[in-house]
């Protein structure tokens, strides 16, 4: 089975740089994705890693290393609109099912 | 167009009635999924779809039935449900079963049984 850590809340400034962390056991991994999700409102895909390394999509970076079982969504120039849940997701290897971790609430105050 | 329509957005319903939830995407998906969404908790996968047919299902309860009528269409069919299954049922869709990485997210359809 999958067992998927991430902190429950985390707060920021606006403008500033936020990582959020994600640590992982799997007996099978197949690649890992962070999702956002506001209030209310459906997840959307930000990333996806499957192999180590870092991924940068404009503000939106992501870190992955397997050997570790851990990744970090990186936010920088924190705006207020980044406030929202943050969901590290694992794809299993032998089934490709996404399971999700508990997600991250991000509180970005002015 | 790339969106995932769920209807209805709200539902309340006591626990002798039947209603269902549907579910639509026209990205030409061939893998669709239903997910529960308890507040302030991450989704759950319930049931997939790959290419109309179930490839998954994660021991949900009978009462809550899926349906594929054709590749754009998902539906749940829900009977004699709980109180506790009330919560934010997620429609999604992927290109095939093997890019679930990128699932496309309906808004959801908020269900209360009481």
């Known amino acids: 089975g999958q067992n998927i850590d991430q902190p429950t809340e985390m707060t920021a400034t606006e403008g500033a740089i936020v990582q959020i962390n994600c640590t992982y056991q799997?007996?099978?991994?197949?690649?890992l994705f962070w999702y956002q999700q506001h209030a209310g409102e459906a997840p959307t895909f930000l990333s996806y890693n499957v192999l180590d390394g870092l991924e940068e999509k404009g503000r939106f970076s992501s870190f992955l290393s397997r050997s570790k079982g851990y990744s970090y969504l990186l936010l920088k120039e924190l705006q207020m609109k980044d406030s929202a849940s943050y969901l590290c997701?694992?794809?299993?290897?032998?089934?490709?099912?996404?399971?999700f971790g508990t997600g991250t609430r991000l509180q970005v105050f002015p | 167009d790339t969106e995932v329509t769920q209807t209805p957005k709200h539902l309340v319903m006591g626990m002798t009635n039947k209603k269902s939830l549907k579910c639509e995407q026209h990205?030409?998906?061939?893998?669709m999924y239903w997910y529960k969404q308890k507040a302030k908790k991450p989704p759950e996968l319930m049931f997939v779809?790959?290419?109309?047919?179930?490839?998954i299902n994660e021991s949900v309860p009978s009462r809550f039935s899926p349906e594929c009528p054709n590749s754009s269409l998902l539906n749940l069919h829900l009977h004699a449900l709980q109180p506790e299954d009330s919560a934010l049922y997620l429609c999604a869709s992927s290109q095939d079963q093997l890019n679930t990485g990128e699932l496309f997210f309906g808004e959801g359809s908020r269900l209360t049984v009481l």
């Open positions: 799997t007996s099978g991994f197949n690649g």
């Open positions: 997701a694992v794809r299993e290897l032998k089934t490709d099912k996404l399971i």
């Open positions: 779809y790959s290419y109309e047919k179930l490839s």
């Open positions: 990205m030409g998906h061939r893998a």
